[in-house]
């Protein structure tokens, strides 16, 4: 039984679902977004809830169940919020610049690092070390923020690096505290 899969999805006001032979297209403030699902997978939408259900209880159908279900609560968020993931740079001498929709980086390499965001991707600067990565789709969005954070992550001795906002760094002691033990 697929708790996640079962689950109804309640359409906020300006979100419209339209359920094809191909696949689900979403419409919203923010746009539009379609997706191919799997053939097996029946979604029905009924006065504002979409519903996700299974033909089976077989293994590849409960499986599919949960993520279908997700999927098409991500469209259904995406096109009426969006979702957004902050970086925060930390390190002397860390620094990034917005040149038109891409992003310059200075993060003591030896040159500077361009990063271009995808289509319906948003890139925004705030001072000179937090970016906010913004847009419909929640997997571009994320795989956009780990690219960024995969340029230079953050360091386990000194913490220095790109890391997410709220990301906790458990930091190693150096050789400094193994001299103690001796």
Known sequence: MSRVGDQPIVLSKGVEVSIGDDGVSVKGPKGSMTRRLHADMQVSSENGVVKVSRPSDGREHRSLHGLTRSLLANM???VSEGFEKTLDLVGVGYRVQQSGKNLTLSVMLSHTVEV???????????GNNVIRVRGMDKQAVGQIAAQIRS????NAYTGKGIRYRGEQ??????????????
């Open 76 to 78: 259904v968020i995406g």
């Open 116 to 126: 271009k965001p995808l289509e319906d991707i948003e890139l925004k600067v705030e």
């Open 151 to 154: 340029i230079r992550p953050p």
């Open 169 to 182: 760094i458990k930091l190693k002691p150096g050789k400094s505290a193994r001299r103690g033990l001796e």
